[in-house]
């Protein structure tokens, strides 16, 4: 079993759309939660952080932990074809001195215009 | 500033043959890192670097060397490649954890690589 489970989708969304995008994890241990958005043929780069439980807003993204279910979410509202990408949870393991992030498979979202 | 880079964008190795990749970050990180991303797979961690001359490895090391000789370049090597290191390699840097948040990775652009 993997420490971090993602679908990997694809999702397709009509533009305006309210998506949600999911993780679980097996590790307890796990404090730093993130999510990664990757476009197409580029490196990820760094979307929204969490720590511990709770939620957390940006705009139109909303990130949410619930270590009682070990499950993370981001929340996407009026969604825009820009939006579209690769999305991957990441996830802080133990050993944090030395920043390991242990990364999901990544969801493809697409968003229709 | 440009961020990470790295080199080359695209090659194509036959079996056997050795090649390195190069990474460059211009943000003074102290940590640098190597993965690799297959489909299904998402981010392996090969190596990593928490600062000049030193090294370690992660979750995927069988095949690959690494050196960080300078604190802004971390070079990674195949020795005889093979075809299941087919893949799209990153590269990453960042602050040390105890740098306040500083748990954001930079990723580079990537490299694909095809071995035949």
């Known amino acids: 079993q993997k420490e971090v489970e993602q679908d990997p989708g694809p999702l397709s969304v009509p533009e305006g759309a309210i998506v949600s995008l999911n993780c679980t994890y097996s590790?307890?241990?796990?404090?730093?939660f993130m999510w990664y958005r990757q476009y197409s043929r580029k490196g990820p780069e760094l979307l929204m952080y969490?720590?511990?439980?709770g939620n957390k807003e940006d705009g139109r993204f909303t990130a949410q932990v619930d270590k009682s279910s070990k499950y993370i979410s981001l929340f996407i509202r009026d969604s825009q074809p820009s939006d579209s990408a690769t999305y991957l949870c990441a996830m802080l393991g133990y050993g944090g001195a030395t920043n390991k992030l242990i990364f999901g498979t990544g969801t493809l979202l697409a968003v229709q215009p | 500033n440009a961020g990470v880079t790295q080199t080359p964008k695209f090659r194509v190795l036959k079996t056997g043959q050795s090649m390195t990749l190069l990474c460059a970050q211009d943000m003074n990180h102290e940590y640098m890192y190597w993965y690799r991303q297959d489909p299904g797979m998402g981010l392996r961690l090969i190596h990593y670097?928490?600062?000049?001359?030193?090294?370690a490895k992660g979750e995927v090391p069988d095949g690959y060397n690494v050196s960080r000789l300078k604190k802004q370049n971390f070079l990674l090597g195949l020795e005889s490649a093979a075809p299941s290191q087919t893949s799209v390699y990153f590269c990453a840097s960042s602050y040390p954890p105890l740098a306040g948040w500083s748990y954001e990775q930079y990723f580079g652009p990537g490299t694909r690589l095809t071995v035949t």
């Open positions: 969490t720590y511990s439980s």
């Open positions: 670097s928490v600062g000049e001359g030193t090294t």
């Open positions: 590790n307890s241990a796990f404090q730093y």
